[in-house]
């Protein structure tokens, strides 16, 4: 591992960017399958660290069913479960170790499927969770050729990373780190409008560490980044969730802009920049309360807000 803290987390995070989200329609595994190497309930702070568990890896079924992105070759049925009881302290990892080339498939507590192939040491995959949510997690072990048989593997559920030793999170907001969901570039008229993004909301910081007034629990990194090419209309940035959520941006010019229900609905916060400028827009999407991370969809529009 670096020395070199700074290093070390832009390494890390860029681990974690890997950890790849994806969507499908039908899906032939099933996370409510009895899981074929059994569960076990993790509180956050758990000992031993890492947690474990012994199995085969593979199967018949090709994870790329779940997603052309998907690598190997897995079993129906979850081959381990997690019930796990999250805090702000920690992110939660997700690894496996084995002789053959394998692959990680796991389902989140919101029924999000992620995906992994060659992101530990070597051919072995890896998962990083930055504020996991409290829930079970399916996870799925398995090889990447569909002729490896069925080798052994040994999955470990951490709060400590790969190395360890607990990763350092930055202690800061920082626009400069890169976006944990990701970016898009966008021109005044585009379409589909709105523009939509599945986010987990919240993080380790209050809000108003960049700005007195601001709302929230966000995370160090950005969310989203928006680069945007202004037209006549305005540029209107809103969040859609079932829980508190709060808003905020970081404009072209370095401006910090907040919003707590603003939005249509609820307690749906928004933001609408009338005069938008061309530019990147850093975008996080906060809890209200710590610790209340949802699922929530981030909206981009010209035209409304959610």
């Known amino acids: 591992m670096p020395v070199d803290q700074g290093q070390f987390m832009r390494s890390f995070l860029a681990f974690t960017a890997a950890a790849m989200l994806v969507t499908s329609g039908a899906v032939a595994q099933n996370p ?29 079924i090709a994870a790329s069913n779940i997603s052309s992105s998907c690598r190997g070759y897995i079993t129906n049925a979850p081959d381990f479960s997690v019930y796990y009881t999250a805090s702000s302290l920690f992110d939660l990892s997700i690894f496996a170790n084995s002789g053959t080339d394998t692959t990680l498939v796991v389902n989140d507590p919101y029924g999000n499927w992620f995906c992994n192939d060659d992101g530990g040491e070597g051919l072995n995959p890896a998962l990083t969770f930055n504020n996991p949510s409290s829930g079970r997690y399916d996870i799925w072990v398995g090889t990447y050729s569909s002729s490896a048989g069925l080798p052994a593997a040994t999955l470990s559920i951490s709060e400590l990373g790969r190395s360890g030793s607990a990763p350092v999170p930055p202690s800061r907001i920082d626009y400069t780190l890169p976006a944990t969901y990701g970016n898009a570039t966008l021109r005044a008229g585009f379409q589909p409008d709105p523009y939509r993004v599945s986010i987990v909301s919240g993080g380790r910081h209050r809000a108003n560490e960049v700005r007195s007034g601001c709302a929230g629990w966000v995370a160090s990194a ?73 699922n929530a969809t981030l909206s981009i529009s010209e035209l409304y807000s959610e």
């Open 32 to 60: 409510s399958a009895t899981p074929n190497y059994g569960s076990v309930t993790l509180n956050s702070g758990f000992t031993p660290d890492p947690y474990t568990v012994t199995l085969n890896a593979g199967g018949g």
């Open 222 to 294: 950005p969310d989203f980044q928006l680069t945007f090419s202004a037209g006549s209309l305005p540029l209107i940035i809103s969040a859609a969730s079932s829980t508190d959520t709060t808003l905020l941006v970081n404009d072209p010019n370095g401006n910090w802009h907040c919003n707590d229900d603003g939005g249509n609905q609820g307690l749906n916060p928004a933001l609408t920049f009338y005069n938008a400028m061309s530019g990147t827009y850093d975008i996080w999407i906060g809890s209200y309360s710590q610790g209340n991370n949802a």
